[in-house]
């Protein structure tokens, strides 16, 4: 009983995947063939059993599609559902009349049941869910559906809707009624058509591609039983049975898989580009109607039959020529948006790269400039240089005058650095009243003679507003590779640097690890000297205090040194002032 019940439970889990459906509708299909092909009853009895499988097959499908449906999919999935059970309606109203009533009318209920069924699959593929399309390409698609659906009509005509209509039959009814199941399926065409033309969606691609399958299949199994059903061939019990419900369980499947595709996302989700099949698709056609065009020029027929497809070709090369029209502005406005996108892009790497306020490359674009200068300045043995010049006092000038005078005053002094400089160096704005100036294979002299000119040329007094002000700057420099071997380690060395010349009457320096509070080396040192207090390694030494009258040692004085055990002998000079900033100098004096 256990087992039963687990087997069961596996089974119903496999029925809510499309798979667990596929292989359930090809081991009914599969044993219907095999009661066609073995034969195992007498002709009566495999009758009967091909009208109870008939509708039974497509019945199957029908809970895949109106069962647990989602709201934002409920009216495609609804419709396809409700297209499939019209189907069995109107086999069952048919087997009904055949099996119980023993007769057979034409037209009858059971064909107004049929027909309802390929309307309502077409609403279903309407109403799948789609990226917007620009006019100019709804127009274009448009015009490839119209395109196939002439050429296809065409070929019905001349095979299937001419014969249908020219043959005698009994009323004017059996007549529509007949013709409108060949329309039926070029109702189904369209729809294949449709989903052929949205491959793109890659979302809905499994669902696109098993109503495609399952339209399609329809269509075909339903030619050849007009062609049969024309020779007077066709009979109950062939080959062709099974299809009938193989094209409807597809359909379900693909309503299946349509419950579990991802919601599409238009706004943040490009076109695709369309493939090449799908290009070409629309002019497939115009070969096989010239095909038929000659065989109808040299086999005269029907007038009639003939009259309509030469009509169906006419209006197939106007429509091959509108469609190049089409093709040829849709191309032309893929030309206009790509400039314009290309336009968009440049102003939008302009912004990324530039401040905003001067005009000047940003931090990032600095840095983008100094990443390949960096591996052939080593190569070569090149040097090069980084300058960061910080305006002296500017938070007095933004206080006094405003922020907006003091832009105007950032915006002149970018202009000086760049006139006063070679075009191929690099002026930058890196943030607030700093600016950074990147000199590529330049040794010290030559940064010390760019220095100059940056001063001179701020000497000038610059006119804001109505008053003239005299500003300075101080200037940070760092080299390359001695400073620094890449443009993040330049940049904060250079940044060192020029604080340490704001304490410099030259308004000038040059990178000193000595004097950089933030150095890696200086960071381990403090580590080292936590150590060393820790476990006793520093020493003192006494040196005596001698009363100068007398000659008498009066005292002591207690300095302290530190023989590191790899940097060697370093001096109080640089680890008392890092203890006196860290905090460590209460044990250290201890």
């Known amino acids: 009983m256990e087992h039963l019940i687990s087997t069961l439970r596996l089974l119903g889990r496999a029925l809510t995947t499309v798979k667990g459906w596929a292989v359930l509708f090809l081991c009914f299909d599969g044993a219907f063939w095999a009661l066609l092909l073995l034969r195992p009853v007498g002709h009566a009895e495999l009758v009967a059993a091909d009208d109870v499988l008939q509708c039974i097959g497509p019945l199957l499908a029908v809970p895949l599609c109106l069962v647990h449906l989602r709201r934002r999919k409920l009216g495609a999935s609804l419709f396809l559902g409700l297209g499939i059970l019209a189907y069995v309606v109107g086999q069952g109203i048919w087997r009904w009349n055949q099996l119980i009533a023993h007769q057979t009318p034409f037209p009858s209920s059971a064909d107004l049941v049929f027909l309802a069924s390929a309307p309502l699959l077409l609403l279903g593929v309407l109403l799948l869910s789609t990226r917007p399309l620009p006019r100019i390409s709804r127009v274009r698609v448009g015009l490839d559906g119209v395109m196939m659906m002439t050429a296809i009509i065409t070929f019905s005509w001349y095979f299937v809707l001419g014969p249908t209509l020219l043959q005698g039959s009994t009323s004017l009814l059996a007549k529509v009624v007949g013709t409108a199941y060949p329309c039926s399926d070029l109702v189904l065409l369209l729809c294949v058509l449709l989903l052929w033309a949205r491959q793109q969606d890659r979302a809905l691609r499994p669902v696109l591609l098993l109503l495609s399958l399952g339209m399609l299949t329809l269509v075909l199994t339903d030619s050849v039983y007009d062609y049969q059903n024309l020779q007077n061939s066709f009979a109950i019990g062939g080959l062709i049975d099974p299809l009938w419900s193989l094209s409807f369980q597809l359909i379900g499947l693909g309503a299946l898989a349509l419950r579990r595709a991802p919601k599409l996302s238009p706004a943040v989700s490009p076109q695709p580009s369309r493939s090449l099949w799908q290009i070409l698709l629309p002019y497939a056609i115009i070969p096989a109607l010239s095909l038929l065009l000659l065989y109808v020029w040299w086999t005269p027929g029907n007038n009639t039959l003939e009259a309509g497809v030469y009509v169906g070709t006419a209006l197939l090369i106007g429509l091959v020529l509108l469609r190049q029209i089409v093709a040829m502005r849709e191309l032309h406005t893929l030309y206009i948006n790509n400039d314009a996108l290309a336009s968009a892009n440049r102003q939008l790497e302009v912004q990324a790269t530039h401040d905003a306020l001067t005009g000047l490359p940003n931090r ?66 890196i943030g607030g009243d700093e600016f950074a100036v990147f000199l590529p294979e330049t040794d010290e002299t030559t940064a010390l003679q760019v220095v100059a000119q940056l001063n001179t040329a701020l000497e000038e007094p610059f006119l804001i507003g109505e008053y003239p002000l005299q500003i300075e700057a101080s200037t940070g420099i760092a080299l390359y590779p001695a400073h620094g071997n890449d443009p993040v380690t330049l940049c904060q060395h250079a940044d060192v640097a020029m604080y340490l010349a704001k304490q410099s009457p030259e308004r000038y320096a040059f990178y000193d690890v000595r004097y950089d509070h933030y150095s890696t080396r200086r960071l381990a040192l403090l580590g080292d000297l936590r150590q060393a207090i820790a476990n006793s390694e520093l020493r003192l030494y006494y040196q005596p205090k001698a009363e100068l009258q007398t000659g008498l040692v009066k005292g002591v004085e207690a300095l302290v040194r530190w023989q590191h055990p790899t940097e060697g002998f370093i001096a109080p000079g640089q680890f008392i002032p890092l203890a006196e900033q860290t905090g460590l100098i209460t044990p250290l004096t201890r």
Not at 370 to 380: F, G, K, L
Not at 398 to 408: I, P, W
């Open 364 to 429: 990032s674009l600095l840095w983008t400039r100094i990443q390949p200068v960096s591996p052939s300045a080593r190569r070569d043995h090149h040097w090069a240089t980084l300058l960061i010049l910080d305006l002296d006092r500017f938070k007095e000038v933004n206080d006094t005058f405003g922020h907006q005078l003091g832009d105007q005053l950032l915006r002149q002094v970018g202009e000086r650095l760049c006139l006063s400089v070679d075009p191929a160096v690099t002026v930058s704005r």
